[in-house]
């Protein structure tokens, strides 16, 4: 393989930076070979309005579609059915379903997890129905999101994974995402310490989870994951990264 062939960065927000998001894909375009965007229904960022943003950069871009915990705690089904009706109509457009699932430290009421998790199996229903992955945010609720995911019989990835307790019983269902937290969260280093390699994927959560304080993460980071991996890993950084790139194409069902 040769050194010039750049990594994927397998989840991130571009239309969460605001009015920067064209300039954040120009430079990402540096730096790696594509960008999967989990465009995710969360407050104000209504996927309708990310999807006209980012369209003009598909191909570069790879669209997911979901809706976040965070939003599902609300349990607004009339919201639910309207980014339903918006994800079947792109259905062929997108290669998973996501991010959406289950974040219990966000959810503190017995009543907003007990809609996290209707909205979170609503989703995972759709996606076996449209035949698609999905994306998994987990958080103080991997085990629970994993026997989910097991019992809907879906393809998962469970982004930004932080719980060493449960990475044997996700990555048996799944891949496992490694972020760049994996220079700063303990919990993230014994994450994939314990991960195959052949069941890892690397990503950046940007624009959040940034190794660098004070600044805005960025899909050219995903090199912080790489040079983690490779030392943890003691893999060559080319074959760290064809690796990578082939779990991604695996899981999203492309070439790369």
Same mark, same amino acid.
């Given at each position: 393989m040769s050194p010039d062939v750049k990594p994927v960065d397998s989840h991130a927000h571009f239309e969460l930076y605001?009015?920067?998001?064209?300039?954040e894909i120009e430079r990402a375009k540096s730096c790696v070979s594509l960008v999967f965007d989990s465009i995710t229904e969360y407050r104000k960022a209504h996927v309708w309005k990310s999807w006209e943003k980012l369209k003009p950069y598909f191909g570069f871009v790879v669209p997911t579609l979901g809706f976040h915990p965070n939003e599902a705690k609300?349990?607004?089904?009339?919201r639910v059915r309207k980014v339903e009706e918006f994800l079947l109509e792109h259905s062929t457009e997108i290669v998973a379903v996501? =991010? @959406?699932?289950?974040? $219990?430290?966000?959810?503190?009421?017995?009543?907003?997890?007990?809609?996290?998790? =209707? @909205?979170?199996?609503? $989703?995972?229903?759709?996606a076996v129905e449209i035949e698609k992955p999905v994306v998994v945010h987990a958080r103080e609720a991997e085990d629970i999101a994993v026997r989910?995911?097991?019992?809907?019989?879906?393809?998962?990835?469970?982004?930004?994974f932080a719980n060493p307790d449960c990475v044997k019983s996700a990555q048996e269902v799944g891949f496992v995402g490694i972020s760049t937290g994996l220079a700063f969260i303990p919990e993230v280093v014994e994450v994939a310490k314990a991960c195959d390699v052949e069941r890892i994927l690397a990503e950046t959560d940007s624009p959040y989870m940034s190794p660098f304080r004070g600044t805005l993460n960025s899909p050219c980071n995903v090199s912080v994951v790489i040079e983690n991996l490779v030392k943890l890993k003691e893999y060559e950084r080319e074959e760290i990264v064809e690796l990578l790139n082939s779990n991604a194409g695996e899981f999203y069902g492309l070439k790369i």
């Amino acid at each position: 393989m040769s050194p010039d062939v750049k990594p994927v960065d397998s989840h991130a927000h571009f239309e969460l930076y605001g009015k920067r998001f064209r300039e954040e894909i120009e430079r990402a375009k540096s730096c790696v070979s594509l960008v999967f965007d989990s465009i995710t229904e969360y407050r104000k960022a209504h996927v309708w309005k990310s999807w006209e943003k980012l369209k003009p950069y598909f191909g570069f871009v790879v669209p997911t579609l979901g809706f976040h915990p965070n939003e599902a705690k609300r349990g607004n089904w009339e919201r639910v059915r309207k980014v339903e009706e918006f994800l079947l109509e792109h259905s062929t457009e997108i290669v998973a379903v996501g =991010e @959406i699932g289950l974040d $219990f430290h966000h959810a503190e009421s017995e009543k907003e997890r007990e809609n996290q998790l =209707e @909205i979170f199996r609503h $989703f995972l229903n759709l996606a076996v129905e449209i035949e698609k992955p999905v994306v998994v945010h987990a958080r103080e609720a991997e085990d629970i999101a994993v026997r989910e995911v097991e019992r809907a019989g879906v393809p998962a990835y469970f982004h930004a994974f932080a719980n060493p307790d449960c990475v044997k019983s996700a990555q048996e269902v799944g891949f496992v995402g490694i972020s760049t937290g994996l220079a700063f969260i303990p919990e993230v280093v014994e994450v994939a310490k314990a991960c195959d390699v052949e069941r890892i994927l690397a990503e950046t959560d940007s624009p959040y989870m940034s190794p660098f304080r004070g600044t805005l993460n960025s899909p050219c980071n995903v090199s912080v994951v790489i040079e983690n991996l490779v030392k943890l890993k003691e893999y060559e950084r080319e074959e760290i990264v064809e690796l990578l790139n082939s779990n991604a194409g695996e899981f999203y069902g492309l070439k790369i």
